[in-house]
């Protein structure tokens, strides 16, 4: 279950800002996941509830935004939203399509109490 070490890498995210600001504590992490990232959102917030003991976001709650997968139709320039993993666009019917969005997991906000 790789979303353990990507919770890893999101604490060590959290804590450096939170150093930034100078903050005590973490109430709420906002993460934006795509659906094509390879992240399942149950297995995050499992991962999430797990490595947040005895941190700065003991009491944080996890709020994900899931980001569909946005392709944009390199011939015709439509930009569109994937659909049953339908990578063909619906305007021209071609495949030359550039992902745009929905491919990564990034962190968006956090609430902070300083």
């Not at 790789?2 to 604490?11: A, I, Y």
């Amino acid at each position: 279950m790789h979303e353990f070490s990507v919770v890893q890498s999101l604490m060590g995210l959290i804590e450096e800002n939170a150093r930034q600001n100078n903050a005590k504590s973490v109430s709420k992490v906002i993460v934006k996941i795509g659906k094509m990232s390879g992240i399942e959102p149950h297995l995050l917030k499992i991962a999430f509830d797990t490595f947040k003991e005895k941190t700065i976001c003991e009491n944080a709650e996890l709020e994900m935004i899931i980001q569909d997968v946005i392709a944009k139709c390199e011939d015709c320039g439509k930009e569109f939203v994937v659909e049953n993993h339908r990578f063909v666009c619906p305007e021209c019917e071609g495949f030359n399509l550039h992902i745009l969005d929905g491919e990564d997991m990034y962190l968006l906000s956090l609430e902070m109490d300083v």
